[in-house]
């Protein structure tokens, strides 16, 4: 029979940990965005509850150079305690660039090329929000990592490639797939665990997966629920906002870390 993996509980675990930790704590968020952002509002408005600072920058037709200096200038900025780089950049933005200019500990999202490093090598310093909330539903169900076949569907940057560093130092046997992967099927029958991080709606379904498998859902609405076999997060009240929650979390240790 499926099962949920309720994220709720977890996220108000993780909000009560930040409002302990904002007690001792005062920090202040430096936001950029360049279009309008559904995730930006969301966490605007979690940090208005929380009483968490933070300033916004929109930025309207930017060329990296602006970016970058920009993130100089925050970097500099002893009041500023966490910078976020809020996707899709435009186009025409070296993103990578940009996020080689964020301060390591002021890389909330755990974007910078140092950070990676640091969690391939099983040393993290800031790990990805989206990441850290994928861990913490396993370990909130006591899913064990070790020996376990976990088919990582997307091979983005920020998420699925730290995902991965964050599943082998874990003991997990780790298969990465992507648009040119062949036989996608026959690489999730024979996983224990499958987290999609495409956004394409129903790109696979639980029909294609062995009994007990666990979903995490990530692109949500990656996976089409056609049977009865599987566990897997909800589209709504998932991942998303866990990863807000975490977020904020990373904010509080980037403030003890530059104290």
Do not use: W
Request: proline share 3%; charged share 20%.
């Amino acid at each position: 029979m499926s099962r949920v993996l309720e994220c709720s509980t977890l996220v108000s675990v993780i909000l009560t940990k930040v409002k302990k930790g904002l007690k001792k704590n005062t920090p202040f968020l430096a936001i950029i965005t360049f279009n309008d952002s559904k995730y930006c509002k969301l966490l605007i408005d979690k940090c208005l509850e929380l009483d968490i600072h933070f300033k916004h920058y929109n930025l309207y037709n930017p060329n990296t150079r602006d970016v970058t200096s920009l993130i100089d200038k925050l970097n500099k900025d002893d009041e500023i305690t966490g910078i976020l780089l809020v996707e899709p950049l435009p186009k025409n933005i070296d993103k990578y660039a940009c996020y080689d200019a964020i301060n390591i500990n002021k890389d909330i999202d755990g974007v910078n090329p140092i950070n990676q490093y640091y969690l391939s090598i099983n040393r993290p310093n800031i790990v990805n929000s989206t990441v850290l909330a994928v861990i913490k539903i396993l370990e909130s169900y006591n899913i064990s990592l070790s020996g376990k076949n976990v088919t990582i569907i997307g091979r983005s940057y920020n998420i699925s490639r730290p995902l991965a560093s964050y599943l082998i130092n874990s003991d997990a046997t780790v298969s990465m797939c992507h648009s040119k992967t062949r036989d996608l099927v026959s690489l999730l029958k024979n996983s224990d665990i499958v987290i999609s991080v495409t956004g394409v709606n129903n790109l696979f379904k639980s029909s294609d997966l062995k009994d007990g498998c666990i979903v995490i859902d990530v692109g949500l609405g990656d996976v089409l629920i056609d049977s009865d076999n599987i566990s897997y997060t909800p589209k709504t009240k998932g991942v998303g906002p866990l990863s807000i929650a975490c977020l904020l979390e990373n904010l509080v240790t980037s403030c003890k870390k530059l104290k």
